[in-house]
């Protein structure tokens, strides 16, 4: 029955790309990714698209964890090879800083993994690793996030892989000695998007635990550092997580793409969602041309590219690539 069902999903996914006016229009393949993949976190630097890590492939036990990074350049159309994260650490988003990356936290190795509390920072001109102060605790799948010189860790799932916890912690990227502590965040979650925009990180959508029950938010809240609380902003249209590698900011709006909505059934999504801090609103755009699970989206080039992700659940990550219009 399972089976079934993912069939008549991928068939009507399918058709839905060859219809006018539905998912797919405006949007042409472009160079697949080297490794199928999904949940690989992902910046852009120099104008290439870096992704990290992730899962590669479910071997029918678990779920594999890489430590690989690719590189996609728009002007060539072409992938390339990196230096390989210092270990397979999934469930982690980054934070660009000029030329560098930070990672905190994360799941260590292949599903399911222990949450870990190390920080690491990739230096794209040296092609290397270099470690970072530790957070607190160990934290996975929380939002990392940098406003001016200052890095946010904020939520993630604690050791048990259930709890889920609403920490927010705060380094110095000018003094980098040790995390401090902020205002918390008001509706904990894990596996959300921290999007700087404005002065403000914006922590949307998400899920409450990982193991176990884990029901998809809609929450969406703005940090305002100068004040260190936290405001309620306009909730996701639907519950949604799993987006976070496609979550950017494009021409002063908040870009989320693809995910998944437990609540209503739905283990990936093709929507692309679109957030207005002036109007406080959020409207849809053009969705993609399959629904999928954490794809990584990014603009280049001013035009939106998408790779990876997984098309059914997280058990089927796949490699395909589009190039589509900007919302």
């Known amino acids: 029955m399972a089976e079934r069902g993912r069939a008549l999903r991928l068939a009507l996914a399918a058709l839905a ?29 120099g104008g290439r698209l870096y992704v990290f890590g992730g899962f590669t492939h479910h071997d029918g036990r678990t779920l594999r964890a890489t430590p690989r990074v690719d ?7 072409a992938w ?25 936290g994360g799941f260590a190795g292949d599903h399911p993994g222990p ?25 996975a799948g929380g939002a990392l996030a940098r406003l001016g010189r200052t890095l946010h860790y904020v939520g993630g799932f604690g050791p048990d892989r259930r709890t889920t916890h609403g920490d927010h912690w705060a380094l110095d ?42 029901p998809d938010l809609a929450c969406h809240h703005a ?18 997580s799993h987006f976070e590698p496609g979550a950017f900011v494009w021409r002063e709006r908040i870009v989320i793409v693809g995910g998944r909505n437990n609540r209503a059934g739905q283990p990936t999504l093709a929507d692309v969602s679109l957030y207005d801090p002036a109007r406080d609103a ?38 395909q ?4 219009p900007l919302p």
């Open 17 to 45: 790309a060859l219809l006018p006016g539905c998912a797919g229009e405006g949007y042409e393949e472009a160079a697949a990714a080297p490794v199928a993949r999904v949940e690989g976190p992902s910046a852009v630097l």
């Open 71 to 77: 590189v996609y350049d728009p002007e060539r159309g």
């Open 80 to 104: 390339s090879q990196a230096a390989e994260m210092p270990a397979a650490i999934t469930h982690r988003n980054p934070a660009a800083d000029g030329d560098s990356v930070w990672f905190a």
């Open 115 to 139: 949450a870990v509390a190390e920080v690491w920072r990739y230096e794209i001109a040296a092609d290397r690793w270099q470690p970072g102060p530790p957070l607190p605790a160990p934290r």
């Open 173 to 214: 990227l000018d003094a980098p000695q040790g995390w401090a502590p902020r205002a918390p965040l008001p509706c904990s979650r894990g596996h959300l998007a921290g999007v700087p925009l404005g002065g403000r990180l914006h922590a949307v959508g998400g899920q409450h635990g990982h193991d176990g029950p884990h």
């Open 223 to 240: 940090y305002l550092p100068d004040e260190d609380r936290w405001l309620e902003r306009a909730t996701l249209p639907s519950p949604r």
């Open 282 to 319: 959020w409207s849809e755009a053009r969705p993609l041309p399959l629904a999928l699970l954490a794809p990584v989206a990014a603009p280049l080039e001013g035009r939106l590219f998408v790779t990876m992700g997984s098309r059914d659940d997280w058990r089927h990550p796949q490699a």
């Open 321 to 324: 690539s589009w190039l589509g």
